[in-house]
């Protein structure tokens, strides 16, 4: 959970030079470094427009980030989850170790629990299908590709109803 608040730290520091206005809400009171997490303020920060980048998952043990993420995302309503992994979306197998898995376009949620693909924990994708929040996966360690991805454009599996 330290990790994530530090990403967000640093996250919070590259878009504050582009001079974007930012704030980091911790699941951990760490108030000299961030904000406690409090939906309300979240949103509030949001209507500013502000971007908040949320850590520390939820704060609470036996909890994973993903499942923090999709908590997070329904909580303030968002219209999508975006996942950035290593890979450009959801395969057949991983593709680091077998090279004839194939990526899929879509899914659907149903068929990313029924078939254990592991694209993020049950949970996380139980609440995003429970909240009608599509998951988006694609690679964030090619630069620029989040940007390309929430243009429509680039490679990335989108997970959705059926």
Do not use: W
């Amino acid at each position: 959970m330290l990790a994530t608040v530090m990403n967000a730290l640093a996250l919070q520091n590259a878009l504050e030079k582009q001079g974007v206005d930012t704030r980091v809400m911790s699941a951990i009171p760490m108030a000299s470094v961030s904000e406690p997490y409090i939906r309300r303020r979240a949103l509030r920060h949001l209507e500013k427009g502000r971007i908040v980048l949320f850590a520390a998952g939820t704060g609470n043990p036996y909890f994973t980030t993903d499942t923090a993420a999709a908590l997070r995302a329904a909580e303030m309503g968002c219209d999508a989850l975006f996942k950035g992994t290593s890979v450009d979306g959801i395969y057949t197998a991983d593709p680091k170790k077998k090279a004839d898995a194939t990526r899929y376009e879509s899914l659907s949620f149903n068929k990313v629990l029924s078939d254990d693909l592991k694209v993020m924990d049950a949970a996380a994708v139980a609440l995003c299908r429970d909240n009608n929040i599509p998951i988006v996966v694609f690679n964030i360690r090619q630069p620029g590709n989040l940007a390309e991805i929430i243009e429509g454009r680039g490679t990335a599996t989108v997970v959705q109803g059926e």
